[in-house]
């Protein structure tokens, strides 16, 4: 299968959409290789609180993990910007439990049973105070819960360019106040932590861009929507942080 680098314009799901991507997480879903035919898979919802529900035997375990939504949305008010907030906040504290099951175990370990995704590592940002678990993919569902990583770039702390993408209203809030020369880290599920440097920062049009997947060293590349304060999400403009290994 040819790698296509056109980059489309995307929705609320996500900060980029390559066309690869959408035919990677399609052919996943229908369980077929990358580049064969599919058909078009229906909405699979990874949330504790989506429709899908939990297993009756599993329901008891996050009725407290209920409780905590509804107060939080009780108190940002109704609407559908306070359901994304609570949802990143508490989505974090699952995906925190895992990230440390994960480097306790050596294996992926998912936040809840039903999940699509699982930690692959974790960011963070000591000057913005700014700590969070990343994820594997960057499809609008996973995103919804935390960081995600781009499936065809490197993994985050290893050599190579790792590209993450998250929202610029919740978990990449924080690079609006990211400047050149401030450091970032990546702790991996062995425990190292990889330091980087920030080094530049862009506004590009998402039907432009091109990022490298190779890197002759270990390069953290973050991708969110622009600007920060946007009315309306699904813009094509996208900050860009591209940070090198100190």
């Known amino acids: 299968m040819s790698v296509r680098t056109h980059w489309a314009p995307a929705d609320r799901g996500g900060s980029f959409g390559w066309n690869t991507l959408r035919d990677l997480a399609r052919a996943e879903c229908e369980g077929a290789a990358p580049g064969t035919e599919f058909r078009a898979c229906g909405p699979a919802e990874s949330s ?16 407290r993990l209920i409780v905590v ?4 949305v009780g108190t940002w008010g109704i609407g559908g ?8 906040a508490v989505g974090q504290w699952l ?36 700590a969070m678990v990343v994820l594997a993919g960057a499809s609008g569902r ?17 050599a190579g360019n790792s590209v993450l993408s998250a929202h610029r209203d919740t978990h ?3 690079l609006r106040e990211l400047e050149r020369g401030d450091t970032l880290i990546v702790e991996t599920a062995d425990g190292t932590r990889r330091h980087y440097r920030v080094r530049a920062m862009q506004i590009a049009d998402a039907r ?3 990022i490298p997947r190779d890197s002759e060293r270990s390069r953290l590349t973050l991708v969110t929507c622009y600007p920060f304060d946007a009315v309306r ?14």
Request: proline fraction near 12%.
């Open 95 to 130: 995906l925190e439990r895992a990230w440390q099951q994960t480097r306790l175990t050596g294996a992926p370990v998912k936040p809840w049973p039903w999940a699509d995704t699982y930690p692959v590592g974790r960011l963070i940002a000591p000057t913005q105070h700014v």
């Open 172 to 174: 990449f809030a924080f």
């Open 48 to 63: 504790p609180l989506g429709r899908r529900g939990a297993p009756r035997s599993l329901r008891p375990r996050y009725v």
């Open 208 to 210: 432009d861009i091109r």
């Open 233 to 246: 999400p699904g813009g094509p403009l996208r900050y860009i942080v591209v940070a090198d290994a100190a």
């Open 69 to 72: 939504v509804l107060s939080a």
């Open 142 to 158: 996973t995103l919804a819960w935390g960081p995600g990583h781009l499936d065809d770039s490197a993994l985050p702390g290893s």
């Open 81 to 88: 910007a306070a359901y994304i907030h609570a949802k990143a």
